[in-house]
């Protein structure tokens, strides 16, 4: 039983971090001032215990006509993560890259000019549903998520503009 609450723990911790990435990097290219650093407003949402994150921090770049993505979770003893992955509005597949994430994969899709869905994928399944919306003054981003499949995941998590 313990070595299951681990597992959930660090999956969801795990589906957290590309949820955090992603959705925020795909709303990076929807205006030059959207581009930049982004810091995590207060805790990562439904994650918490020793491995909690203290600081996290994405990094977004335009790349052609999508964008690259680059995420730093740090703790008290140092990295605990580090992911990217670049990628179009098609709503194809992209590669996530990085601690931790062999096989996953997210595919973007623009809703409106401020508004993009990512899906994650792992292993051609589902496992997380989100949404991220850049205000209008380009100051802060909130990232809804859902949970497909597996451990429940269900937050809103929202970034501050550095």
Do not use: C
């Not at 949402?45 to 052609?64: C, F, H, M, Q, R």
């Not at 740090?74 to 590669?95: I, Q, R």
């Not at 949970?147 to 995941?153: C, D, E, L, N, Y």
């Amino acid at each position: 039983m313990k070595a299951r609450t681990v597992h959930a723990r660090s999956l969801a911790f795990v589906l957290l971090g590309l949820v955090i990435v992603f959705a925020g990097t795909a709303l990076a290219q929807s205006s030059n001032s959207s581009l930049g650093t982004w810091k995590l407003r207060g805790a990562i949402p439904n994650v918490v215990g020793a491995d909690s994150p203290t600081s996290v921090i994405l990094k977004y770049e335009a790349a052609g006509t999508g964008v690259k993505a680059t995420l730093e979770m740090v703790g008290v003893n140092g990295v605990l993560a580090h992911l990217e992955f670049s990628g179009d509005y098609d709503g194809k597949d992209n590669p996530i890259t990085g601690s931790g994430q062999v096989g996953a994969v997210v595919a973007l899709t623009r809703l409106d000019a401020n508004t993009v869905r990512l899906v994650h994928k792992r292993d051609g399944i589902v496992i997380l549903t989100e949404t991220a919306v850049v205000s209008s003054d380009r100051k802060t981003m909130t990232i809804t998520n859902t949970s497909a499949q597996g451990t429940p995941v269900k937050g809103v998590a929202v970034w501050d503009k550095q």
